[in-house]
């Protein structure tokens, strides 16, 4: 047994190895963040531990793909002083994230104390995992999986947005939500995975700022070193697991993730009737 301090400092680095590795596969990081100190007998991390960490994922994704938001950004920013631009497909991509960003927004604030008690409720989550595993893989089923981020139009934006929403639930995972409905909306498999990371980036930033108040006062569960450590080590990992699951993806389905949601989710109910984990 670990020394109290040195253990709460592996507990909050293993949590960051934990988010770097499921933050952007489509499984559910706080999930995991949620059902793993649970099976170990840890403290839950909290809201706030598991927003502000998820800044350290996304600032992996701000660098992978740093050229394509650089690209997007200028072009967004060059439309508003010049109409010719606007139909610019990076320009409207700019416009696409901005959209696609305002539901999982409303939904956060309206629901922030929810989000933070009711929805962290292990029943919930497991069968969210499979019910979205279920749903993942219906998607790859029955999408045509062939059109490319070119033909992302508003239609596909709000839905893909309204989909976003829905990872306020534990289990659900924002890549996971996004990546399924722009399989049943036709999109390849990489297009969809890319659009997926790049929405996500404003909602994940704006979350981990929205509640780095709350995880630097003090209260919670681990210090602001071991969070600051957790988010650095969540960075290195999802910068790894970025580069790996797209070269996956370009060849192989989703299937493999499909079958490890159903089985955690169904684990976790199963262990919770057993009295082993608790809600």
């Known amino acids: 047994m670990l020394p109290g301090d040195a253990q709460d400092w592996f507990q909050a680095v293993f949590l960051g190895v934990l988010q770097g590795l499921t933050e952007f596969l489509p499984i559910s990081s706080s999930a995991h963040l949620r059902i793993f100190p649970e099976l170990f007998g840890w403290d839950d991390p909290g809201a706030a531990f598991t927003a502000v960490v998820q800044i350290g994922t996304e600032a992996a994704v701000l660098i992978f793909f740093r050229h394509d938001i650089w690209r997007i950004a200028s072009a967004w920013l060059r439309s508003l002083a010049r109409p010719g631009l606007r139909t610019h497909r990076d320009a409207l991509l700019g416009w696409y994230i901005i959209v696609g960003t305002l539901p999982v927004v409303i939904v956060g604030i309206a ?68 990546i399924s409905m722009g399989l049943f909306l036709g999109f390849e498999r990489e297009a969809a995975t890319r659009f997926a990371f790049l929405l996500a980036i404003p909602a994940v930033v704006g979350a981990g700022l929205f509640e780095l108040p709350e995880a630097v006062s003090g209260d919670n569960a681990y210090t602001v070193p071991e969070t600051v450590a957790a988010t650095l080590v969540a960075f290195i990992v999802g910068y790894a697991t970025i580069a790996w699951l797209l070269r996956y993806i370009a060849t192989r389905s989703y299937a493999p993730f499909v079958i490890y949601r159903i089985v955690l989710g169904t684990g976790v109910l199963v262990l919770l009737a057993a009295g082993v984990l608790s809600a």
């Open 111 to 178: 629901l922030k104390d929810t989000i933070e008690t009711d929805f962290r409720n292990l029943w919930l989550t497991g069968s969210v995992l499979v019910g979205l595993g279920i749903v993942l893989g219906v998607a790859e089923r029955v999408g045509r999986l062939d059109r490319p981020i070119d033909e992302l139009g508003w239609r596909a934006t709000v839905l893909l947005g309204l989909a976003q929403a829905l990872s306020v639930v534990p289990g659900v995972s924002r890549s996971g939500a996004t």
